[in-house]
T-cell receptor, first 113, second 116 residues
Framework: QKEVEQDPGPLSVPEGAIVSLNCTYS??????FMWYRQYSRKGPELLMY????GNKEDGRFTAQVDKSSKYISLFIRDSQPSDSATYLC?????????????FGTGTQLKVEL | GAGVSQSPSNKVTEKGKDVELRCDPI?????LYWYRQSLGQGLEFLIY????????KSGLPSDRFSAERTGGSVSTLTIQRTQQEDSAVYLC??????????????FGEGSWLTVV
């Protein structure tokens, strides 16, 4: 069983929809949670970073962490065609070093006009 | 350059040959990482370098893989006697330092390796 599970999609939504992307994990030591966006043939870029449980909002993006359920989510409001990309969750533990990341496999998102 | 630079961007090699992949991190970044991204597998940690400390090689999949970082800047990932299962995108990343969570990690665009 992988430490981080993520539905690979693809997920197709109409423009303007609310998108929900999710990951589950098994390692209770994970404390730092991130979402990366990766366009085709590009490197991942950091979208959201959250420490421990709670919510964080940045523009149209909201990240949620529920450590009791070992479940994290990324919500995208008013989705745009430019949001079409692969979204990767990533996480790390304090003992592993803050930047030694364990990634999900990524969810491919397509926002259609 | 402004970002993490990797070369070559694409490499096709014959099974059994050695390959070298190069990474030039963002100027001033002391931490450098190599990850591998295979189809349907997500990003897999390979190795990291932090300043002059000994590298963490815990993610290297076999002794055919090695990496070095010269002068605390440019890094080279070497794969000896390549196998078809080595075909993947090799991503390099850098950050200002290591162990400071939330410290933004910047990725390059990757070296796309195909072993035929």
């Amino acid at each position: 069983q992988k430490e981080v599970e993520q539905d690979p999609g693809p997920l197709s939504v109409p423009e303007g929809a609310i998108v929900s992307l999710n990951c589950t994990y098994s390692n209770s030591a994970f404390q730092y949670f991130m979402w990366y966006r990766q366009y085709s043939r590009k490197g991942p870029e950091l979208l959201m970073y959250t420490y421990s449980s709670g919510n964080k909002e940045d523009g149209r993006f909201t990240a949620q962490v529920d450590k009791s359920s070992k479940y994290i989510s990324l919500f995208i409001r008013d989705s745009q065609p430019s949001d079409s990309a692969t979204y990767l969750c990533a996480m790390s533990s304090f003992t592993g070093g803050g930047n030694k990341l364990t990634f999900g496999t990524g969810t491919q998102l397509k926002v259609e006009l | 350059g402004a970002g993490v630079s990797q070369s070559p961007s694409n490499k096709v090699t014959e099974k059994g040959k050695d390959v070298e992949l190069r990474c030039d991190p963002i100027s001033g970044h002391t931490a450098l990482y190599w990850y591998r991204q295979s189809l349907g597998q997500g990003l897999e940690f390979l190795i990291y370098f932090q300043g002059n400390s000994a590298p963490d090689k815990s993610g290297l999949p076999s002794d055919r893989f090695s990496a070095e970082r010269t002068g605390g800047s440019v890094s080279t990932l070497t794969i000896q006697r390549t196998q078809q299962e080595d075909s993947a995108v090799y991503l390099c990343a850098s950050s200002l330092n290591w162990g400071n969570s939330g410290n933004t990690i910047y990725f390059g665009e990757g070296s796309w390796l195909t072993v035929v």
